[in-house]
C-alpha cells in the first residue's frame, strides 16, 4: 500500500496530467470566422480558416457565394510564447470579391478541415457604393509586421513557381467500334501520375460536372449512367506507368442508328498550387492558383447489323434464358404461370416482349414485366422477367417453344440467335373450345336461320307489295279528310 505522501504526489502527477491533457484538448481548436457585414463594392470580403495548436493538413472547398467572386486562397501563420507557454495556429484565408451591390446571404455551411466538420451559421452581406481609401493606420502597420522576420534581417515578399503537373484528364472508351444497339462504357477520369510533384485539389465538382456530363450523353444513345457519387483513388498502370485513377463519371451507352458517336473534349478545372521557392517555418509556403484540364475527343464508329428480317427489331447483347413452369400438367380451365426471362449483359431496359406465336388452344394474358439491373465493374447485366398466365382449353401435349421464343444478335458471336422454350405443358381433360361462343337465346332471327337456303331470291315482288299499300294508305287518309270538311258544311 502506498503511503500517504507518495499517494499525494501521484495525485498531484494525475491532476496535473489531466489538466494539461484538457488545457491541450481546448488548445487545439478549429474555427471559421466570416468578414464583416458591410462593405464597399471595391473591397474585399473573406472567410478565415484557423486551426490552433497543429498543423492545417486539408481542408474542403470554401464555398459559392452568390453576387460574389472567388479570388484565390493565402495562408498565415502565427507562433506566440507567454510565460513559457508556446501557442501557435495556421490558417487559410478565402478572398471573395462583389460583383455588385445589395444585401446577400451567406447560407449556413460546412467545411471538413483536418478529417474534422466544423459548422458555420452564415450571415449577411451588404454590398454598398465604393469607398475612398483611408489614410494609411500607424497602428495596422505595426500589427502587420512579424517579428520574427523584423529579427531577421527585415521583411522579404515571398516568390511562388509554378511547378509543373505530371496529370491529364482523360476519356476513354471500352470499344472503339460498335453494332447499332451493343453497349460500350465511356468512362472520365483525372489521372496524377505517381512522381506528380505539383499539389492540386478538385474544386467545385458538382457543378463542373453536371455540364460536362451532359456534354457527354448523345443523343443517340440510350445512356446507362453509373452514378458514382464518391470519388476515390484507384491506383492503375497506363503504358507501364503508375498512376491513382479519379473516375468522376461511368456510363455504358447503347447507340439506336448507325450515326458515329462523337463525343467533344470537356474541361475540368482544378485548384493547382504555386510553391514558395524560399520556403519557411513562419511564411506562406503555397499560394492557391486554378488550371483547367482537357480531354481529348473521341468518336465511337457505329456498324449496321448484318442483314436480317428482323434487324430493326431485335435486342443485341449477350443473353440467355430462364424460364419457369407452374405447374407443367393441369386440365382444361385451369390457369398456369410461366415465366420468360432474359437474362445477361447487353441493354436489358430496352428489350420488348417476345412476339407469341401461333397459340389457338390457349389464353394467353398480357404479361407482367420485372426487370434487375446491376451496374458495376465497367458493364451493365441483368434480367427482364415477362410473366404470362395461361389457360388452355384443348387437352393435349404442347411444346411451348412454338409460342415463346426470341430472337436477338450477339455482338460476342457476331451472329444472331434465339432464345426458345423448353417447356412443355401436359393439358388433360375435355375440350373446352366452344365456351367463348355465348349460349344466350339469340331470338327468333335467329330461329330463322335453320329454314333458310343459301339460294338468292328477288325481291321486286316484295317492292310491288309496298307500293301498293302506300297508295291504299293515300286513298284511305284522302277519304278521312273528304268526309271531315262534309260534316262541317
Given at each position: 500500500?502506498?503511503?500517504?505522501?507518495?499517494?499525494?504526489?501521484?495525485?498531484?502527477?494525475f491532476s496535473c496530467f489531466l489538466v494539461l491533457t484538457l488545457i491541450q484538448?481546448?488548445?487545439?481548436?478549429?474555427?471559421?470566422?466570416?468578414?464583416?457585414?458591410?462593405?464597399?463594392?471595391?473591397?474585399?470580403?473573406?472567410?478565415?480558416?484557423?486551426?490552433?495548436?497543429?498543423?492545417?493538413?486539408?481542408?474542403?472547398?470554401?464555398?459559392?457565394?452568390?453576387?460574389?467572386?472567388?479570388?484565390?486562397?493565402?495562408?498565415?501563420?502565427?507562433?506566440?510564447?507567454?510565460?513559457?507557454?508556446?501557442?501557435?495556429?495556421?490558417?487559410?484565408?478565402?478572398?471573395?470579391?462583389?460583383?455588385?451591390?445589395?444585401?446577400?446571404?451567406?447560407?449556413?455551411?460546412?467545411?471538413?478541415?483536418?478529417?474534422?466538420?466544423?459548422?458555420?451559421?452564415?450571415?449577411?452581406?451588404?454590398?454598398?457604393?465604393?469607398?475612398?481609401?483611408?489614410?494609411?493606420?500607424?497602428?495596422?502597420?505595426?500589427?502587420?509586421?512579424?517579428?520574427?522576420?523584423?529579427?531577421?534581417?527585415?521583411?522579404?515578399?515571398?516568390?511562388?513557381?509554378?511547378?509543373?503537373?505530371?496529370?491529364?484528364?482523360?476519356?476513354?472508351?471500352?470499344?472503339?467500334?460498335?453494332?447499332?444497339?451493343?453497349?460500350?462504357?465511356?468512362?472520365?477520369?483525372?489521372?496524377?501520375?505517381?512522381?506528380?510533384?505539383?499539389?492540386?485539389?478538385?474544386?467545385?465538382?458538382?457543378?463542373?460536372?453536371?455540364?460536362?456530363?451532359?456534354?457527354?450523353?448523345?443523343?443517340?444513345?440510350?445512356?446507362?449512367?453509373?452514378?458514382?457519387?464518391?470519388?476515390?483513388?484507384?491506383?492503375?498502370?497506363?503504358?507501364?506507368?503508375?498512376?491513382?485513377?479519379?473516375?468522376?463519371?461511368?456510363?455504358?451507352?447503347?447507340?439506336?442508328?448507325?450515326?458515329?458517336?462523337?463525343?467533344?473534349?470537356?474541361?475540368?478545372?482544378?485548384?493547382?498550387?504555386?510553391?514558395?521557392?524560399?520556403?519557411?517555418?513562419?511564411?506562406?509556403?503555397?499560394?492557391?492558383?486554378?488550371?483547367?484540364?482537357?480531354?481529348?475527343?473521341?468518336?465511337?464508329?457505329?456498324?449496321?447489323?448484318?442483314?436480317?428480317?428482323?434487324?430493326?427489331?431485335?435486342?443485341?447483347?449477350?443473353?440467355?434464358?430462364?424460364?419457369?413452369?407452374?405447374?407443367?400438367?393441369?386440365?382444361?380451365?385451369?390457369?398456369?404461370?410461366?415465366?420468360?426471362?432474359?437474362?445477361?449483359?447487353?441493354?436489358?431496359?430496352?428489350?420488348?416482349?417476345?412476339?407469341?406465336?401461333?397459340?389457338?388452344?390457349?389464353?394467353?394474358?398480357?404479361?407482367?414485366?420485372?426487370?434487375?439491373?446491376?451496374?458495376?465493374?465497367?458493364?451493365?447485366?441483368?434480367?427482364?422477367?415477362?410473366?404470362?398466365?395461361?389457360?388452355?382449353?384443348?387437352?393435349?401435349?404442347?411444346?411451348?417453344?412454338?409460342?415463346?421464343?426470341?430472337?436477338?444478335?450477339?455482338?460476342?458471336?457476331?451472329?444472331?440467335?434465339?432464345?426458345?422454350?423448353?417447356?412443355?405443358?401436359?393439358?388433360?381433360?375435355?375440350?373446352?373450345?366452344?365456351?367463348?361462343?355465348?349460349?344466350?337465346?339469340?331470338?327468333?332471327?335467329?330461329?330463322?336461320?335453320?329454314?333458310?337456303?343459301?339460294?338468292?331470291?328477288?325481291?321486286?315482288?316484295?317492292?310491288?307489295?309496298?307500293?301498293?299499300?302506300?297508295?291504299?294508305?293515300?286513298?284511305?287518309?284522302?277519304?278521312?279528310?273528304?268526309?271531315?270538311?262534309?260534316?262541317?258544311?
Amino acid at each position: 500500500m502506498l503511503s500517504l505522501p507518495k499517494q499525494v504526489a501521484f495525485a498531484a502527477i494525475f491532476s496535473c496530467f489531466l489538466v494539461l491533457t484538457l488545457i491541450q484538448a481546448q488548445a487545439q481548436s478549429i474555427r471559421i470566422d466570416l468578414g464583416p457585414d458591410e462593405i464597399g463594392e471595391n473591397q474585399a470580403w473573406t472567410i478565415t480558416v484557423t486551426v490552433a495548436n497543429q498543423q492545417l493538413r486539408s481542408y474542403d472547398n470554401f464555398p459559392e457565394i452568390e453576387g460574389f467572386r472567388k479570388r484565390g486562397t493565402s495562408t498565415n501563420s502565427q507562433t506566440s510564447i507567454i510565460n513559457g507557454q508556446v501557442s501557435s495556429s495556421q490558417g487559410v484565408i478565402m478572398t471573395y470579391t462583389p460583383t455588385k451591390q445589395g444585401i446577400f446571404t451567406v447560407p449556413p455551411f460546412k467545411m471538413k478541415i483536418n478529417d474534422q466538420v466544423v459548422s458555420s451559421s452564415g450571415k449577411k452581406i451588404k454590398v454598398t457604393a465604393p469607398v475612398q481609401a483611408q489614410g494609411r493606420d500607424p497602428f495596422r502597420s505595426l500589427f502587420d509586421r512579424d517579428p520574427f522576420e523584423d529579427f531577421f534581417g527585415g521583411r522579404r515578399e515571398t516568390e511562388f513557381v509554378d511547378v509543373k503537373e505530371d496529370a491529364l484528364l482523360s476519356l476513354s472508351t471500352s470499344k472503339d467500334e460498335v453494332y447499332v444497339g451493343e453497349g460500350f462504357t465511356t468512362t472520365l477520369s483525372f489521372l496524377i501520375a505517381e512522381n506528380n510533384q505539383a499539389p492540386m485539389q478538385f474544386h467545385d465538382l458538382s457543378r463542373q460536372l453536371s455540364e460536362v456530363v451532359k456534354q457527354l450523353s448523345p443523343d443517340n444513345c440510350w445512356v446507362e449512367n453509373f452514378n458514382i457519387e464518391n470519388i476515390e483513388p484507384e491506383r492503375v498502370v497506363i503504358g507501364g506507368k503508375g498512376y491513382t485513377q479519379y473516375k468522376l463519371f461511368q456510363a455504358t451507352m447503347y447507340p439506336l442508328n448507325n450515326k458515329p458517336i462523337a463525343f467533344p473534349s470537356v474541361p475540368l478545372e482544378m485548384i493547382k498550387y504555386k510553391m514558395a521557392r524560399n520556403p519557411s517555418f513562419f511564411g506562406q509556403n503555397r499560394q492557391e492558383d486554378f488550371k483547367t484540364f482537357r480531354s481529348k475527343e473521341k468518336t465511337v464508329k457505329v456498324k449496321e447489323l448484318p442483314p436480317h428480317p428482323m434487324r430493326d427489331a431485335v435486342p443485341v447483347g449477350d443473353y440467355h434464358l430462364q424460364e419457369k413452369l407452374t405447374p407443367n400438367s393441369l386440365a382444361t380451365g385451369q390457369s398456369a404461370t410461366y415465366e420468360f426471362a432474359i437474362a445477361g449483359e447487353g441493354n436489358i431496359s430496352g428489350v420488348e416482349k417476345p412476339a407469341l406465336g401461333s397459340h389457338d388452344a390457349f389464353e394467353v394474358y398480357e404479361p407482367n414485366i420485372r426487370q434487375d439491373i446491376n451496374r458495376e465493374n465497367g458493364r451493365v447485366a441483368g434480367t427482364k422477367t415477362f410473366t404470362y398466365f395461361l389457360i388452355p382449353r384443348e387437352p393435349g401435349d404442347y411444346a411451348l417453344k412454338e409460342i415463346f421464343q426470341m430472337v436477338f444478335f450477339n455482338p460476342r458471336k457476331k451472329a444472331y440467335d434465339t432464345l426458345r422454350s423448353a417447356q412443355v405443358l401436359n393439358v388433360t381433360g375435355e375440350s373446352q373450345k366452344n365456351l367463348s361462343i355465348s349460349s344466350n337465346d339469340g331470338g327468333s332471327f335467329y330461329d330463322r336461320l335453320n329454314t333458310a337456303g343459301n339460294t338468292l331470291q328477288s325481291s321486286a315482288g316484295d317492292r310491288w307489295f309496298r307500293m301498293s299499300f302506300n297508295i291504299l294508305i293515300l286513298i284511305v287518309l284522302g277519304l278521312s279528310v273528304w268526309l271531315v270538311f262534309r260534316k262541317r258544311a
